[in-house]
Structure formats: structure tokens, C-alpha cells
């Protein structure tokens, strides 16, 4: 495990907690929609060419609760993440959980959901791929599952697969909660993608199953 301290996590929150202030506290020094058009993903941004969103919209949060949360759960699993990984290895792979549960989201939306102007932010994707890298490195480490029943890492993270994939099929029925889960479990297939590409066969020596 490297010795180094988290370097990216702290700049990482910092620039959410920048967005989510103009948001809230400095949106009326923008155009009208600029903060919508600009911080939010959907299909139909991408096929406006508004590609940015892919990753801008992952370092945005209007409402506190969400940011707390995402900001809470990121800086306790990826500042040992990123000493473990190292910190330009990690912010490489957060980026690409960002854009990835981002382009999931518009994907799910447009083709399961039938609603391609369904608009999503938040960091929760890239915190979910973060996570699963996490859970699957360490399975055997203790998560607190709704900050409240202890579970290994792994069995957590794999409850959190099973309650996004039952959200998912309630919003295409018509129903559910206004969650990205289809943002959720991209995120989470990026942190089980990378981990079996990129970080297994690197770690397999190194930790301990």
C-alpha cells in the first residue's frame, strides 16, 4: 500500500462544494439556465453537444443532504483508495466512473425510461464505481449498509447493486424514487470493470483476499 497522502479527494470535494455554492447562493450572477444547461445530464444535452455535462454534471449538488452525503462516503473510501492506488492512477479512474455513470444515466433515461430530458447531477455514479473498487479490494472490511447495518465490504456493495437494479425496473414501470440508479450501477460496472482489468492483476500479490 503506498504511503502518500490523498492528494485528489480533497481538491475533488472542494470543486463540489464550489458548484453546489453556485447553485445555491450564486446562481442569480448567471444566465437563466446556465447552472441547468451547464452542471446537469441528459440525452438530450448530449445530442444538444453539450458533451461537457458527461463530467461536469458528476461535481454538481443543489440540495446539501446530497452533497453531504456524496462527500461523506467519497472522502471515507477514496483517501484510502487513492493511497492505495496512487493518486494519478485513482483520479484517472474517478474521472472515468464520472463520465461513464453520466453517460449511463442518459442511456438508461432515453431507452429504458422513454424520457430522454430526465436531467441528473451528483457525484453519486463516480462514488458508487469508487466503492466498488473499494469493496472488491478489501471485501472483507466492514461498511456500515445505510450508515447503520454492518456488512463486508463486498456483500454491501452488492446490496447497493440489488436495491439500483429494483429502483431501475420500478422507474421503467413507471414508478419509483427520483434517483439516478441507472447513473448508480454504471458507476458501480466501471469500479467492477476496472478492478478486474486494470487493478487484479496489478494487487494480486500485494493484498490479501
Known sequence: MSNNKSFFVPIIITINVIVY??????????PPNFMMNNFTVSWNALLEG????????AFSHEMLFHIFINMFVLNSFGSLLERVLG??????FYILASVLSSLSHSVVSAYLINDPSIAALGASGAVAGVILVFSLLFPREKILLFGIIPLPALFGALAFIALDLWGLVSQTKGGGLPIGHGAHLGGAFTGIVYYFLVLRPKFKNQISF
Open 87 to 92: 493518486s494519478t492512477s485513482f483520479i484517472r
Open 21 to 30: 455554492l453556485m447553485w445555491t447562493v450564486f446562481q442569480t450572477s448567471f
Open 50 to 57: 453539450r458533451y461537457w455535462t458527461l463530467l461536469s454534471s
